[in-house]
């Protein structure tokens, strides 16, 4: 469970035991105290369980489970189940680190009570599980699938027919302590915040985890808060997503525990290590090599023209080197091979202009990883960890 549905923190008033012997010494007082804190029906001393592995916890069923396995895949991180029935499993890759399957909020549950160290998981389940939990640090914010956004979604017809943000919905004169909005979500934690910040004080949740866009229409809900990918299930079911009800943005992102990573041997650096992989890859898919040969006088000269183009300025510039001929038995450069790596939407764009300033013989590679000298999150992770 998150920080904030902890059992209360149960502090011991000091004590003074007795102490006897034997021979007729006065007694002396052991003072004593306790501060502990329950977390999951387990005490939680501040410190992480004692065992040698680190452990990843990932989804264990569903596109979401599927996505993050070819993810992990692509980086060369396959995961290895010895049998498709057990929860856990390895990564060669990684030394000393165990995989297991867990249902998403269980992942961010298990890594605030300290039973899982890493995870990956939707945005929006750290959010609503997490509940403001700072010992749940996201290490890698944009994994790239998993893409959807939570939001409110109201009735097409009758009293909301004309109602299209939530500042109208707010302004309604419906909503009274007697007879107060009435959500179906999921999100229980999430959703009061979101409408207190929206000015709408008379509201009551019920909760629900599924097919929860026939609420209204059975009349036990007059709206709903869920995620929401393509919003095609609301406009079958006459719903619509009205201004600023977005509650927040969700992808899959990598999640950590704070007090793992400081205390248990070896977890900051299999993170750094499991990170550098994922922002290689994640850098590298939308990318192409660009190869080109270029007449020119010398290197330099066709650098310029290619630096003139607007597609053509790479990460850092293209890459120029002679290409050597052979005419007439002699050996000379006629052309120079110009490298350079271009974004996917505009590759097109790019050949166009490389064909424009005489570019020939165009090759496209398609990239795998590309390693930055540092990784950006890597050192935004160190500042949160205060290293």
Not at 362 to 368: A, N, R
Request: aromatic share 6%; proline share 5%.
């Amino acid at each position: 469970m998150s920080i904030s549905t902890l059992q209360p923190r149960l502090s011991c008033p000091m004590r003074s035991l007795p102490v006897f012997s034997s021979s007729r010494i006065a007694p002396k007082p052991i003072v004593w105290c306790c501060t502990l804190t329950v977390v999951n029906g387990r005490v939680d001393d501040g410190k992480v369980s004692e065992r040698d592995a680190i452990r990843l916890g990932l989804p264990s069923k569903g596109r979401m489970a599927s996505d993050t396995l070819e993810l992990l895949k692509d980086c060369q991180l396959s995961v290895k189940q010895v049998n498709p029935r057990q929860y856990v499993a390895a990564i060669p890759q990684l030394t000393n680190v165990e995989v297991w399957f867990q249902r998403p909020k269980d992942i961010v549950r298990k890594l605030s009570s300290g039973d899982l160290d890493l995870g990956i998981v939707g945005l929006d389940t750290v959010s609503e599980y997490g509940q403001g939990n700072e010992d749940l640090i996201i290490v890698h914010d944009a994994l790239e699938y998993g893409d959807c956004h939570l939001s409110l979604a109201i009735p097409k017809y009758g009293i909301f027919e004309n109602i299209n943000s939530m500042k109208e919905l707010a302004q309604m004169p419906q909503w009274t302590e007697e007879k107060p909005l009435r959500v179906a979500t999921g999100f229980t934690y999430l959703g009061p915040i979101f409408m207190k910040e929206n000015g709408i004080k008379h509201v009551m949740f019920s909760t629900a985890d599924g097919a929860l866009e026939a609420a209204p229409a059975m009349g036990i809900a007059d709206a709903i808060l869920d995620l929401v990918s393509s919003g095609t299930t609301l406009r079958e079911n006459n719903l619509k997503e009205i201004e600023g009800g977005v509650v927040l943005e969700s992808q899959a992102v990598l999640v950590a525990s704070r007090k793992s990573l400081i205390q248990r041997n070896g977890a900051l650096d299999t993170t750094h290590e499991i990170l550098e992989r994922l922002e290689a890859h994640l850098r590298a898919i939308d990318q192409f090599i660009v190869t080109a040969n270029m007449r020119g006088s010398n290197a330099e000269e066709v650098a310029a023209r290619v630096l003139s183009q607007p597609s053509l300025s790479g990460l850092q510039g293209p890459t120029v080197s002679p290409v050597f001929c052979k005419n007439d038995g002699r050996v000379s450069i006629d052309y120079y091979a110009m490298v350079i790596c271009v974004p996917k939407k505009v590759l097109y764009k790019s050949v166009q202009q490389l064909r424009a300033i005489g570019g020939s013989g165009v090759l496209i590679s398609p990239l795998t990883y590309i390693f930055d000298e540092e990784t950006p999150r890597w050192r935004e992770l160190l500042l949160k960890l205060g290293i």
